[in-house]
């Protein structure tokens, strides 16, 4: 607004034709040959390959659950990046949405007995259902004042919401025999996980998204291109609900058993919202691999433990230490986060030639303003 | 009857002890918000660092309170400095959200920190004035006013109507805002940001080492004490009373206590938590009928 505002409207469409013209051309004039096509699909195919492997060459049965926790972060940071990365509104009451799906697919599929898929269907719909609510809040305030009300609503729903009746005594969610050891269900959370990506390069491509993401960069301007400022917002909370329920959903039934002591609170709030932006805001291959970082850090610093010598054994305690001072250098020297660090990976993979220097001109989305209601 | 008086008169007292902690936590948000547009979500948790530092400095090290108090509140200020130092100063040109998360990064960092030191347990902090403490806690209704508890309402009130006295007369007061406003044109007329922004964050810490030494000593100290107990209604009473008023967190830091204690003595037990439904009400009427909060002027 304030760049706009500075320029004059030759100087500022001058600029923006010129430049977008000069990098298209540099663009145009370079093709990967065939074998530098090869090259670049194997990549991407080989990390899947490897993904899709892990379940079975892992050597414990509860090391698929490691995988499990981490496709199902991988879901949240999905979730996290429609409304912080596309929107650029603040959440920090996702562990309430992801709560209500554990819950909530835990009583349909275990206490009332109807299939799994109903289940985690019925979960991924109450995340919609509360993220929808939530959405009417966001269409009054924006930015800070959001956060805080997602803030008031998380503390709620942990302390209040997930402690009515038999909710406080916990329910069991358990899976059908087909699943029940831990490599065949990290296939289905997997399996959802792959879903939910295609969902979001879907969501990007389309209308939906495009106009979501006017509505972040400007909502006035947005408002003033016809785009329904009101529906796009309320449907960028349905899906992100809708992916954070069923993340939950997928989260119950790994643990088998959802009570209110699973830590639906602010620390796994912050958590989410961390490898979010460690993963880098709007770029979904970043925060995946932020999600990915943070459900295994303990992990890995015990694997390094074992098997680099003289590397220390670290205390549990220190991990969220670890996290905050990765957020803290990310955000200090690529705002972007991982996302920016990988940027000439992902240029190269999408057929441009491998340049260090991608990473300085990352132009991904910071996301949000100072809201005043 | 006189049961329903006694029940307002107990939410009124309690209301007023979990509320002053709230508005003394909010206080220090604003004053941040008012200077810097930041939401410093770390504010709470430097406020446990201080009482952490007067546990370890009375009851471990052995010197005398009041010295250990003071010990306290420097390390705090110092804290908030370094915070402001490190951490906000690199990020100065970063997206609000950004900065906000950055500050929660902090606080999840200093409980962690807490944890390895102090570990786990319950710590408990004795109160400034022992012996009057127990005689007046005998009394069946009174005893909820003990000195402590009115020194830190004492406490709250000074602090909110001297900022908002700071603010409002003083130039270096005036500076501040003037540079939460245009900080170009203020950097044009010579006033340096990065000693503003060092100024109001030792402020902060100051507000945030006060509120800790003074409150702990009415509760029990655990890691991560204030940003579990009082940071969520902190931040929704400053947002009732108006985000960028400082008498504004005084007010609605006591009308959440008040209102959702007496909310807690009416409401039947089956009912979770019926204080956090009550804020939370309180805040979504607040954005629906006047979203500026209470007593919200500009800057």
Redesign the interface.
């Given at each position: 607004m304030t760049d706009l505002a500075k320029l004059s409207p030759e100087e500022h469409l001058g600029s923006e034709l010129h430049g977008e013209h000069a990098a298209a051309s540099a663009e145009a004039d370079f093709h990967p040959s065939g074998a530098g096509w090869a090259a670049r699909i194997s990549v991407p195919a080989a990390v899947v390959a490897l993904i899709l492997a892990l379940p079975v060459i892992l050597p414990y049965d509860y090391q698929a659950d490691i995988v499990s926790l981490a496709a199902i972060y991988g879901c949240v940071a999905l979730s996290m990046n429609v409304l912080v990365g596309y929107l650029g509104q603040l959440s920090l009451g996702h562990q309430a949405f992801f709560g209500v799906g554990a819950f909530a697919s835990a009583v349909v599929a275990t206490r009332w007995g109807y299939p799994l898929p109903l289940g985690m269907l019925a979960g991924a719909a109450s995340g919609a259902f509360t993220a929808v609510l939530l959405g009417y809040v966001a269409l009054r305030v924006r930015g800070l004042y959001l956060a805080i009300v997602t803030l008031a609503y998380g503390l709620l729903a942990e302390v209040s919401l997930f402690q009515f009746g038999f909710l406080a005594q916990g329910v069991p969610a358990s899976r059908p025999e087909a699943l029940a050891s831990p490599r065949a269900y990290s296939y289905v959370v997997l399996g959802c996980l792959a879903l939910l990506f295609v969902l979001d390069i879907r969501l990007v491509k389309s209308k939906a998204g495009r106009a979501i993401q006017a509505i972040r960069d400007d909502e006035r301007v947005a408002q003033s291109f016809g785009i329904n400022v009101t529906r796009y917002k309320l449907l960028a909370f349905i899906i992100s609900g809708t992916f954070a329920g069923l993340a939950g959903a997928l989260f119950g039934h790994m643990l088998g058993y959802v009570s209110s002591e699973n830590e639906f609170n602010l620390v796994l709030a912050l958590t989410f919202v961390l490898m979010t932006v460690v993963g880098g805001l709007g770029n979904r291959v970043g925060v995946l691999m932020g999600a990915v970082v943070f459900a295994t850090l303990d992990e890995i610093l015990d694997a390094m433990h074992t098997f680099i010598p003289y590397f220390p054994e670290v205390n549990p305690v220190v991990v969220p230490v670890i996290g905050a001072a990765l957020l803290v250098i990310t955000l200090i020297q690529f705002p972007g986060g991982i996302g920016q660090q990988i940027q000439p990976i992902q240029r190269w993979v999408r057929g441009g030639r491998f340049d260090m220097h991608a990473m300085h001109e990352y132009h991904g989305s910071g996301g949000g303003i100072v809201g005043r209601p | 009857m006189a049961d329903f008086f006694e029940s307002v008169f107990r939410a009124l007292m309690v209301g007023m002890v979990t509320g002053t902690i709230y508005g003394l936590i909010g206080l220090g948000i604003v004053l941040i918000y008012k200077a810097q547009?930041i939401?410093n979500f770390a504010q709470a948790e430097v406020a446990t660092f201080a009482a952490f530092m007067l546990y370890l400095f009375h009851a471990r090290v052995g010197a005398p309170y009041v010295v250990a108090m003071l010990i306290a509140i420097v390390l705090a200020v110092a804290l908030s400095v370094g915070i402001e130092r490190?951490?906000i100063r690199?990020?100065r040109d970063?997206?609000?959200?950004?900065v906000?998360?950055?500050t929660?990064?902090?606080?999840?960092?200093l409980?962690?920190?807490t944890?390895?030191i102090g570990g786990a347990n319950i710590l408990i902090v004795d109160p400034l004035f022992g012996e009057i403490e127990t005689r007046i806690a005998e009394q069946p209704l009174l005893g909820l006013l003990s000195p402590q508890r009115l020194m830190v309402l004492a406490v709250l009130i000074a602090f909110s109507l001297s900022l908002a006295w700071f603010f409002a007369k003083k130039p270096l007061g005036r500076a501040i805002l003037a540079m939460s406003a245009e900080p170009f044109a203020v950097r044009l007329a010579g006033i340096s940001a990065d000693r503003m922004s060092t100024f109001v964050w030792g402020l902060t810490g100051l507000l945030a080492g006060v509120a800790g030494v003074v409150f702990i000593p009415t509760s029990a100290l655990t890691p991560g004490y204030f940003?579990?107990n009082a940071l969520?209604p902190a931040?929704?009473s400053i947002?009732v009373g108006g985000?960028t008023s400082l008498p504004g967190a005084l007010v609605g830091g006591l009308l959440i206590g008040f209102l959702s204690e007496l909310t807690a003595q009416f409401t039947p037990a089956?009912?979770?938590?019926?204080n956090?439904?009550a804020?939370?009400v309180i805040?979504?009427l607040t954005?629906?009928f006047r979203?500026?909060g209470l007593l919200a002027r500009e800057a």
């Open positions: - | 547009r939401i490190i951490v690199p990020l970063a997206p609000d959200v950004t906000f998360v950055a929660a990064g902090v606080a999840l960092f409980i962690a920190m944890f390895l940003t579990a969520i931040l929704t947002v985000l089956t009912v979770p938590s019926p956090i439904i804020a939370f805040l979504l954005l629906l979203p500026k």
